[in-house]
């Protein structure tokens, strides 16, 4: 399965990319790529919006999930706080950025009502993450989806 996880719309079109962002996407991508979660999907893209709430007011960037059951494909339009963002470290960023990933992918799984066993994707997508956004984001409150006792 291919998760395609763009770049924080807005973001990095009016400001700087995020080398270390850029890089922690792909590492998600690269580990997830290899393993099989039971999808109807072939692909699922992640698209992230990171803008001020003016822009958002404008009816740009409305958070949506979609799917495509015909070509196996998923997406999702989600959004996060701009100010916080911008306003953030490169590390408080990857913080942001990881658990905005791993939302869409909760969202995405609890709406699809697909064999997409998203639990062990989210639970790998965590698992490729630095140890210190591992932290954090424990830290800061986040909760893995409770395990069946058949995963691994």
């Given at each position: 399965m291919l998760l395609d996880i763009s770049p924080p719309a807005y973001y990095f079109a009016h400001f700087e990319e995020?080398?270390?962002?850029?890089?922690?996407c792909k590492n998600i991508t690269e580990t997830v790529k290899?393993?099989?979660y039971g999808a109807t999907f072939e692909k699922i893209r992640l698209l992230p919006a990171i803008a001020p709430k003016?822009?958002?007011d404008k009816g740009l960037w409305v958070e949506e999930i979609g799917f495509d059951w015909k070509y196996g494909y998923a997406f999702i339009f989600i959004r996060s706080d701009f100010e916080k963002y911008h306003n953030s470290s490169i590390e408080e960023k990857q913080v942001i950025m990881a658990s905005l990933i791993l939302e869409a992918l909760l969202r995405l799984g609890k709406k699809s009502r697909s064999k997409l066993?998203?639990?062990s994707l989210i639970i790998d997508v965590f698992n490729c993450?630095?140890?210190k956004?591992?932290?954090?984001?424990?830290?800061?409150?986040?909760?893995l989806p409770k395990i069946?006792?058949?995963l691994k």
């Open positions: 995020v080398v270390e962002i850029t890089t922690m290899v393993k099989d003016e822009e958002f066993n998203y639990k993450l630095d140890e956004i591992k932290n954090q984001l424990l830290e800061e409150g986040y909760h069946s006792s058949q």
